[in-house]
Each structure stands twice: as structure tokens, then as C-alpha cells.
């Protein structure tokens, strides 16, 4: 049993723009460990046509939101683990006064790698999100309000 069978998904929960026979191939895809086949053999509809549904744009995110915010509840469930596992090591070293300090410095190197590579993909998706766009500002000399300035400047 995966992750994805022990939490129902609930027609409350897609947007509505979705049809009903796309969030109900969603949730079954999702439900069936995002097998196509699965998906295929619970709903007796042919893989083509799920797949088909699966490649509608509204579809598609709903279920990549859906699998993104399991990523990260597992994401922050293994930086819980990682945690608890260096506070032991620590707690181990000082009941046995030897150890290497060696263990407990790769687990802390592990975790502050773990923690930055989530910092990373928090800030992908912040990105997409927000939508982020770069803007370049150019100034000519000798035009406007720069120019005039550019101009004192130099002649004084």
C-alpha cells in the first residue's frame, strides 16, 4: 500500500473548472500508486483514453499539485527524521563519552545539504507561482532627466 491509497480524494478537493470524469480518473490514477494500467483496470476504460485525460492542462495540475504537496510533506518528514536521528547521535556521544565526531559531522553535513535542497525547490515553485519576470532598464545618455545629469556632470 502507498502513500497515495491511505488518503481518499474527495471530489471537494479538485477545482472546479475540472470535469467530473477528469477529477474522477485523477483520484483513481493517484489512488492506484499513478498507474495508468491500475487506473485503467479500476475505472474499464481503455489506457489511451486516461492518458489522454491525464495530458489535459487543468488535469495535469491538479494531479502534479496534488503529488508536489505529498513530495514535500515527505520532504519535511524525512528533515524530521534527520533531526531526530543527529539529536540521538549526540545524546549517545555524551552517555558514552567516545564517539566519532566524524558520524555526527557527516549527519550534520547531510542535513544542512537536505535543508538547502529543499530551500531550493521551495523557491522553483515560489518562482513559477509568483510568476517572476526580469526586467532591464536602458538609459540613453543624452535623453531625459539622466541625460541632463550626465551632462552637468561632466561639464563641471
Same mark, same amino acid.
Given at each position: ?62 494531479? *502534479? ?5 505529498? %513530495? ?7 528533515? &524530521? /527524521? =534527520?533531526? $531526530? ?49 526580469? *526586467? ?5 545618455? %543624452? ?7 550626465? &551632462? /552637468? =556632470?561632466? $561639464?563641471?
Amino acid at each position: 500500500m502507498n502513500d497515495y491509497q491511505l488518503q481518499p480524494f474527495s471530489e471537494d478537493a479538485t477545482p472546479d473548472l475540472i470535469s467530473p470524469d477528469g477529477a474522477k480518473i485523477a483520484n483513481t490514477y493517484l489512488a492506484n500508486g499513478c498507474s495508468i494500467k491500475e487506473c485503467s483496470h479500476s475505472l474499464d476504460i481503455p489506457t489511451h483514453e486516461i492518458a489522454a485525460v491525464l495530458q489535459q492542462p487543468l488535469v495535469k495540475t491538479y494531479v *502534479n499539485s496534488i503529488l508536489r504537496e505529498h %513530495g514535500y510533506r515527505h520532504m519535511v518528514a524525512i528533515a &524530521e /527524521k =534527520l533531526d $531526530d536521528l543527529v539529536d540521538r547521535k549526540w545524546v549517545e556521544i555524551d552517555e558514552a563519552e567516545l564517539g566519532s565526531n566524524k558520524d555526527i559531522a557527516d549527519l550534520l553535513q547531510m542535513a544542512h545539504k537536505f535543508r538547502m535542497d529543499m530551500a531550493k525547490l521551495l523557491q522553483a515553485d515560489i518562482g513559477k507561482e509568483i510568476g517572476v519576470t526580469k *526586467n532591464t532598464q536602458v538609459n540613453v545618455y %543624452g535623453e531625459g532627466s539622466y541625460g541632463r545629469l550626465m &551632462e /552637468k =556632470l561632466i $561639464d563641471s
